[in-house]
């Protein structure tokens, strides 16, 4: 009975399950050549390079869910960063405050794309392109130059292993009580993207609002007939994008310590949230796929440019070879074309 | 009298009549600062026209591939690795390599989107990085020494009868383009196409062929903005073609292409490109910082689609 359990949820998830066992053959291989593999310090490193695309990753699920498609993920995750490199120091009330609004920045971003996308009725694709280009200006408002500070004991805190948060906080003992022992190792990068995606993602796919989202980007349509809240929905994975987006900011200014407006930066990390999500199993059509599985997209894109550090490759050659992985990887989709039986079915 | 525009054609008259608020917005703010009128002089404006025909000819190559309802965004680096190539040939040879390396790219999209059915989205956006990739190894990270040939450099910054030569380029591109839109098989069916695949497959449409069609004129419009902008700085460099991705597209869609394809006429391509390049020139004239001019950039492609952009509500 479980294994068929098991065997349904592999045939009804190929994407994520494919995603999965990718990742892992190229997490284990990666650790097993790595010559100081499987430690502590590898993790941390690896879990800070991924954190800030993983939220991205995460942004850009929820408008392709919809079937559409966010252009301004990597715009609002640099003006967050930004107001966040102005706002998260001083004291530990003004810290926190500092991190509520910077979240609530990225929200609110998100919360204007979607009333455009739903009230004014434009194209996603379209309206966020103009809005990411809204976004990189008032970042560019906030911090005309690279620059900024954020509180040094948080940005450690939060960069390293648990050990070291409850060591500066000096809690648990200062990391050397019995019950944080078996946790002392891991990254809290990984912590805070686990605990996003359970406290957020979750919850929000379980809701109404969250099935609405899946229905409107398998066929609006019937979700319009079926007495779905069709607007509710949509402008809810907007702002959530804008929420996971200004998570991936606000992580980056902690990991950096600085805010930095740069147009370049936020075009390739949309580009490659897109890629990302797409590895992650999520369709490009909408309505199938889940942020999870763009977690493990994120996952799967960094493990491959990790490589290049520990394999002897021309550095001139790493571009090339990260473009052609993407390709092949994206070019696995191409199966479906040959399952196909009524030809018209290509065509959808 | 009322006068009744068909759908097609008013976003076509809304932008013209937004040109012409830039014109005159821009004017009143030099007249009133420096107390000239550069903007209504005709060497300015063609001087204007001159740098924004790369950005029109994208644009023409850009809505191919949007009126078939698919996106190319392999444009960069296709016009920088055309514009590479061109200047490390050399010679007789430089425009016609240029002009290869527009349509192998278009072909290797076309057969990604229409045979293997992977989105345009994704596969554009790989074949991209593939190409930096080229040209990173090729060039070993740096701009090329090698320099534009006599012809790049005529095609680029020479006039004819005062006339920049980069204008009748992109004239000719422009008439080349509405004869294949409106007066060919090919150009009915990219209409076709993009208006229910499916429908077009059956009516007897080779749509694979279409599409492939369609990405070949892109990457080939690519190339030709490439081998324009190399003459006119007289080199390729790395990251040439990054500023042209992104106005490529507002200018097609605020032309009044539909971005779900099968919708869409080039003159309103052509009046985009137009707005977008006097909107910058306005822009910098008023010397707005870069943030203003992004966020004024954002507003106006926002408010202009609220106002003819706008689609149905999908109710069944």
Redesign the interface.
Known sequence: MRQGRLTRWFFQNVGLASALLLFAVLFFSYNMMHPRGFSAAVAVQNANETAAIAFLAMAQTLPVLLGGLDLSVGAVMTLTNCIASELVNGSPAQILLGVVATLLSGAAFGLMNGLIVVYGRIQPIIATLATGAIAIGLALLVRPKPGGAVDGDLGWALTNSVWDFADTYGIAGGGDAWWIRPFADIPVPVIIVLLVTILVWVPFRRSVTGRTVYAIGSAEGAAFMSGLPIDRAKIAAFTLGGFFAACGGLYLAIQTSSGNADIQQAGAYTLNSIAAVVLGGTSLLGGVGSAVGSLIGAGILRVISFYFRILDIDPLLQPLIEGVVLLVAVSFGAIRTLRVKNKLDLFR | MRISVSNENKPILIASFFIVVILLAGTVYTLSTAGTAPLLSPKYLLQQLQTGSFLGICAAGMMMVILLGH?D?SIPWTLTAAAMTATAVGGEMALPTALAVGIAVGMLNGF?VA?????S???T??????????M??QT??FAPQDTATPLMLFLAKDRILGIPVALFVWAAVSVFVIVILTRTGFGRSIYATGS???AA??SGIR?RFVTMGAFVMSGLCASVAGVLLAGYSAKAYQ?MG?AFL?PA??AV?LGGTH??GGRGRYIGTLIGAILIVLLNSVLSIMQM???????????V??AM??VY????????
């Open positions: 996106i965004l990604g045979f293997l059915r992977i989105p989205m994704i596969f956006l790989g074949v991209d990085t593939v190409l930096r990739g080229l990173v190894a070993g990270g229910r695949e499916g497959y059956l749509t990251g990054n992104l597209i507002a869609v971005i779900l910082p870069e943030a203003g001019r992004q966020i004024i950039y954002g507003t492609i926002i689609l609220l952009g706008r689609n149905q509500r999908i109710t069944s």
